[in-house]
């Protein structure tokens, strides 16, 4: 049932918002059914905690450890952004950002958000690879007009060069699922719906069609991978990203490309449980070398914050590729442990950035000229607090995530991986921590900023989190996170 | 043996559509006119609800009628309605804009006909025969379909030739997931469709708004040249 209401919430939201009349409802509306969703997500990681999986609908829905912590890493983000959202539209409509037709802009906004967050939960929860692959589609499809939000020649572009690449590189990963249906029609019960259910077919992974699985991995990381925004797919990422209002833009960096992941880490298990880790990981490798690598050169000379921001997705999309290509347990806890951190500083970023911006309506480094942290103390700190965090900083989390990783990479004779993950690491260190260096310190080249409850408010909390994560993950979650990392080795 | 229940007769009429459909795509990656384009959409969307309908009827796969059905509704009605209506709309008839030229671009498909082919004779089972293997020719028509409609994405420069471009590339899937498996379970299907749909209308109104902006800029400029 717990899964059914889960998903159902966010869909209810949506519909909801549709039709209610003033601004006050729509927000009332997300809030509510965000922080409903959340609490759900948490009730469903108790119950996976306790006994193992969650199944519904003779398993149609089904929940293991993996899918809980990425719907209840996605709700909480969304819950956050919604109280974000609020502020962030508010300030927009007054400052005459959103000028022509407000009303109808919220509502797309406050109605597409929730169909959003309502398709990211199917794909964690749907059991069929099919449906799976349908609803990861469907986020694109949600998602397409919130990248349109501000209607200008450049969002359009944007979300044209979104929907596209999306629409081309998901047709290869359908192509993918379909090829591993083949791959198990020679197996008894073949024909019925269940399968192409991933519970099913992980049982009887060693049996599958060898060639085809081979040909099903390479599409689907190719189909996935585009959605992930991995190189050389990863072009839509940084228009979009800065295109779409900046609650999206945090929901989009964070859990959709944990949704992407999730899906390639779904083919992964079947795939090394088929024809053994060695080749699934050779490819995983190469692509999450030319992530990390490719990210590079963009963070060092980028002028514009959200994209900055953007190729360091790409860059964390890379790291957490190259730690499911290492494989073995220490290198899946890396990555499980790092998909977690990772959701909260970049969505903690998007916040901060959507600040800056709103505030000096630009996004260039060079107009802003530095001096963040005295205009707005707040979101200056944190800012650069979460920026050190996200490059790997100690005491962090994401630098235990990421020191697990670099071990295990080495521990498992990956010695090159090894190397140029550290030495990719170091240039987009640097180039981060120079350019937002440049932009919060430095003296204040505008008035101080009035005080903004609802979005510093949501930066204080994931702010919290960052740090205290950085110190303990609380016992249940560190369980969560460890059962997910157990299902992708098999043990 | 009845002709209609002969698996060799339900083999050949499978691979004289395959055929067709192959035929088709070439001509749509060759050729200009843009409801024209939309038009053999449609016409090949057809062949390959009849196909399923074919090889449903050979196998007695009652979800592929339906998958049939329903593919008949959303690619060959609905679709191409929805499409032209753009077109009216945005008021353009000719608007393919390829970077290589039609003759080359039907060498290029037909190069990659053979692509498909060689992919395809990895999947070959020849311990499969009659009824089983009926559609297994349809596979190489089906990549090529795909790979076609891939090469005509990246060929085309104009929004709404790019939908037809992915669309096409859905149905080499299409036919893919029939000749490979008669079909996906009924509900992936019906997933699948509901999202071709919803692709189709948010591409419309993104295509039909990406034309009245730049038609809107020209007008600007218009006005600047006035004062």
């Not at chain 1, 306790?50 to 719907?71: E, Q």
Request: with cysteine.
């Amino acid at each position: 049932m717990i899964l059914a209401a889960l998903l159902f919430v966010p869909l209810a939201a949506g519909a909801l918002s549709a039709f209610a009349r003033k601004r006050a409802w729509m927000e009332a509306i997300n809030l509510a059914g965000f922080a409903i969703a959340f609490v759900l997500a948490l009730v469903l990681a108790g119950e996976v905690l306790r006994r193992g999986t969650v199944s519904l609908w003779g398993d149609f829905l089904y929940a293991d450890h993996l899918s809980a912590l990425v719907a209840l890493l996605t709700t909480s983000i969304a819950l956050v952004c919604a109280v974000y959202a609020v502020g962030y539209l508010r300030d927009d409509e007054q400052s005459g950002a959103i000028e022509d037709e407000p009303a109808a802009k919220l509502r797309k906004y406050y109605t597409l958000t929730p169909l959003f967050v309502f398709s990211m939960l199917a794909v964690v929860l749907a059991n069929n690879l099919g449906v799976m692959w349908a609803a990861i589609e469907a986020t694109t499809l949600a998602s397409v007009f919130l990248v349109t939000f501000y209607g200008k020649v450049t969002s359009l572009e944007a979300a044209w060069k979104y929907a596209i690449i999306g629409g081309v590189g998901l047709s290869m990963a359908l192509f993918g699922t379909i090829v591993a249906y083949y791959s198990a029609q020679h197996l008894a019960g073949s024909g019925e719906l269940s399968s192409l259910n991933w519970s099913v077919l992980a049982g009887r992974a060693a049996f599958l069609d060898k060639p085809a699985m081979r040909l099903a991995f390479v599409l689907v990381l190719l189909g996935y991978g585009t959605k992930a925004g991995l190189a050389p797919m990863h072009t839509w990422k940084p228009d979009a990203y800065s295109e779409a209002p900046v609650p999206s833009a945090a929901i989009l960096s964070s859990v959709m490309l944990n949704c992407a992941l999730y899906g390639l880490v779904r083919f992964y298990v079947l795939t090394s449980r088929c024809l053994g880790t060695e080749y699934p990981g050779r490819l995983l490798l190469l692509f999450g070398m030319l992530s990390m690598g490719i990210s590079v050169p963009f963070v060092l000379v980028q002028k514009n914050f959200r994209r900055l921001l953007a190729y360091h997705t790409i860059d964390h999309a890379g790291i957490m590729v190259t730690a499911l290509g290492i494989g073995g347990k220490l290198a899946c806890l890396g990555l499980m442990l790092h998909m977690t951190f990772h959701t909260v500083a970049k969505s903690l970023l998007f916040l901060c950035a959507g600040n800056v911006y709103q505030y000096f309506h630009t996004d260039l480094f060079h107009k802003i000229k530095g001096g963040v942290l005295r205009v707005m103390p707040l979101t200056g700190a944190v800012f650069l607090m979460a920026i050190l965090a996200i490059i790997g900083m100690p005491p962090f989390s994401l630098f235990q995530s990421e020191f697990v990783i670099v071990r295990a990479a080495f521990a498992g004779g990956h010695a090159a991986a090894g190397g140029l993950f550290i030495l990719f690491g170091t240039g987009v260190f640097a180039g981060a921590l120079l350019h937002v260096g440049s932009l919060v310190l430095g003296p204040a080249g505008a008035p101080v900023a009035p005080r903004r409850p609802w979005r510093d408010s949501s930066l204080v909390v994931l702010g919290a989190v960052l740090i205290a994560i950085g110190f303990w993950l609380p016992a249940p979650l560190l369980d969560l996170i460890r059962g997910a990392a157990r299902i992708v080795t098999g043990d | 043996m009845h002709t209609f229940q002969d698996p060799q007769f339900g083999d050949k009429v499978v691979t004289l559509m395959a055929a067709l459909v192959l035929v088709l795509q070439i001509a749509m990656a060759g050729q200009r006119w843009i409801v024209t384009n939309i038009r053999i959409f449609a016409a090949q969307s057809f062949l390959l609800a009849a196909m399923a309908f074919t090889i449903a009827w050979f196998n007695h796969a009652a979800h592929l009628y339906v998958a049939a059905g329903l593919t008949l509704l959303v690619k060959v009605v609905l679709v191409p309605i929805l499409l032209e209506r753009l077109v009216e709309r945005i008021g353009i008839r000719r608007e393919i804009d390829p970077i290589v030229n039609a003759p080359l671009s039907v060498l290029i498909s037909g190069g990659l006909t053979l692509v498909g082919y060689i992919i395809a004779e990895s999947f070959q089972r020849p311990e499969q025969a009659g009824v089983a293997a009926l559609g297994h020719n349809a596979l190489a028509v089906a990549i090529s379909l795909f790979l076609i409609g891939f090469f005509m994405t990246i060929n085309r420069r104009k929004a709404l030739t790019q939908v037809l471009a992915l669309l096409c590339l859905e149905n080499g899937l299409f036919l893919a997931a029939i000749s490979l498996t008669y079909g996906m379970p009924l509900i992936v299907e019906l997933g699948v469709l509901f999202d071709v749909l919803v692709a189709v209308l948010v591409l419309g109104i993104l295509v039909y708004r990406i034309r009245e902006t730049f038609e809107s800029m020209d007008v600007s400029r218009l006005r600047r040249l006035r004062g």
